[in-house]
């Protein structure tokens, strides 16, 4: 895996983590993006100035993993390149990472990066009558709706 | 029967209900324990998917509340996801926000932030903690009209105006643009409307928003100014000022209480004022010297203030309609004195058609018999 670093695409692209998601917004276009907890966590080394290879061993030393999780890396990192949320740049910040506190019943699995594009949908939906019991942005499907 | 006993504020539109009081109190209490045994109460009651809009913009400080604790319960969910909604809203209001804030900082317009924008900065220090639907700028009477100027060639569109203030959509996006803090400061003489003006302007404090510098008004004159607009009759139940007043008495600010009675004595809004503080005293243990409400206490309501906060605080549909049309002639005069107009009937009558959203000038007498019908 040659190595790679990267930058978030700010100021039109923020984040807020809650609880152990992470949120991305697209201020100019207004799309909300949801990332799971280990899609969190690779923001968050991204944030920090981690290239790939310093998320894989970092992902791997915390999840105690043998398998080799490149390519679920590399994939989410195209995904987070292809929503230009981030961008490969070619300077190297990151110097140590800061700990990242992680719940210790949570185990890899591969991050994964949900993508709502309907502005008016998102702000208009109401966030108890018609959303799934995840709550906003999860719609209700019709069928539950009915 | 006080107007402000729990019994008679059932009617849920002026002062919260016994049910959300128990929400309010899940909220505020410090105690975490007690905090859970008023939210498993207010649970008992409530069914979450028929809560009303005002209890509904709480359930972000709900769930704030709930998720450091050992509660599991389906509806933390729902409460995120309104904390999540909340947050993005603010999110995607800030990206118009910051241009307009951007711009008057280039061409020297101070901007004092008010409301919702200012307390999710400064005290809710989350913007998911805080739903709001606009945002609020002050400007200087002085500047009002390079204000104006420049929120138009921003691409917003002027909406209703009024005696204090200038609503502007873009995009959906609304923003009110003042130059008076309240449409009272319009019912004073002109020398004392410059005169409480310049005492908000002198006390403001410096606010940050992302690279932004701009103002909001100190503690004290927000606690006032939250107060003023809050404990009034409102179909969205008002209980979200109760959060934003205790939120601010919760930071270690220094409440000038002289001043903020001195501002009440003399912009005549003594009985809105003297409720607020009671109740928050009251139900919330609000750290409320009782010197300052025994000096509320000592105050005398004239005969129109009397008339205009019996009027305020009842349901619209109740509204005698006498009182009513006394509230919107009111309105009218600080609408010709705040913005500098000759009051007359023509004047009157179209303010009136903007104010009920009427179309032409000729459905007003209809409207009103219909307004006066509804009231009988």
């Known amino acids: 895996m040659q190595e790679k670093f990267f930058q978030i695409n700010s100021p039109q692209v923020i984040r807020e983590f809650f609880d152990d998601e ?24 991204i944030e ?8 894989v061993e970092k992902l791997s030393q915390m999840f105690k993993l043998s398998t080799n999780i490149e390519k679920d890396i590399e994939e989410f990192i195209d995904l987070l390149l292809k929503e230009e949320l981030i961008a490969a740049t070619d300077n190297a910040s990151l110097t140590s990472f800061d700990s990242i506190n992680i719940d210790n019943k949570l185990t890899y699995s591969k991050p994964t990066l949900n993508k709502y594009t309907d502005m008016q949908e998102l702000l208009l939906l109401d966030p108890i009558h018609e959303v799934d019991e995840e709550g906003w942005p999860n719609i209700k499907s019709k069928q539950a709706a009915k | 029967m006080s107007l402000m006993s729990s019994e008679n504020l059932s009617n849920a539109g002026c002062w919260p209900s016994q049910t959300q009081e128990l929400l309010l109190k899940a909220i505020l209490t410090c105690n975490v324990e007690e905090s859970i045994n008023f939210w498993q109460e207010w649970q008992k009651l409530v069914n979450v998917q028929q809560l009303d809009y005002g209890s509904q913009r709480l359930l972000p400080m709900l ?21 999540r909604q909340a947050w993005y809203k603010s999110q995607m ?32 220090k989350d913007y998911g903690l805080r739903p709001m639907s606009d ?12 204000a104006i100027k420049m929120m138009l060639s921003l691409g917003w569109e002027e909406g209703f105006s009024w005696s204090h203030s200038q609503c502007f959509t873009k995009q959906e996006q609304k923003c009110d643009l003042h130059w008076h803090l309240m449409s009272d400061i319009c019912s004073l ?8 003006n310049k005492e908000f302007w002198k006390a403001i404090v410096p606010l940050q928003i992302k690279e932004i510098s701009a103002y909001s008004l100190c503690p004290t004159d927000m606690i006032f100014h939250i107060c003023v607009h809050g404990a009034w009759w409102n179909p969205v139940a008002p209980l979200r000022w109760i959060v934003d007043v205790m939120m601010i008495l919760r930071e270690p600010v220094v409440i000038d209480w002289s001043r903020l009675v001195n501002q009440t004595y003399k912009l005549q809004l003594g009985l809105i004022i003297r409720n607020a503080f009671n109740y928050l005293k009251n139900y919330f243990a609000a750290p409320i010297p009782d010197e300052v409400l025994k000096k509320l206490d000592d105050y005398k309501p004239s005969y129109s203030e009397q008339l205009d906060y019996l009027t305020k605080t009842s349901p619209t549909n109740e509204r005698n309609p006498l009182a009513a049309f006394w509230v919107c002639y009111r309105e009218y005069r600080q609408y010709t004195i705040g913005n500098n107009v000759k009051p007359n009937f023509l004047g009157f009558v179209k303010f009136l058609r903007d104010r009920w959203g009427i179309e032409k000038l000729s459905e007003i007498p209809l409207h009103s018999i219909k307004e006066i019908w509804q009231r009988l």
């Open chain 2, 63 to 83: 769930y704030n509340k709930l998720k450091t604790t050992d509660i599991t319960h389906p509806d933390l969910k729902i409460y995120k996801g309104v904390y």
């Open chain 2, 189 to 196: 003489k002109p020398n004392e409307t410059n005169e409480v």
């Open chain 1, 48 to 55: 920090q100035g981690a290239s790939n290879t310093q998320i």
């Open chain 2, 135 to 146: 945002f609020d700028i002050l400007v200087p009477i002085e500047q009002k009209n390079s």
């Open chain 1, 22 to 45: 992470a949120v991305i917004v697209n201020l100019e276009l207004g799309i909300y993006y949801s990332l799971d907890s280990i899609g969190a966590i690779v923001w968050g080394l």
């Open chain 2, 93 to 124: 209001m800030l990206h118009k926000a910051l241009p307009v804030l951007q711009t008057f900082q280039e061409n020297n317009i101070k901007a004092i932030i008010l409301k919702g924008l200012a307390l999710a900065v400064l005290y809710y």
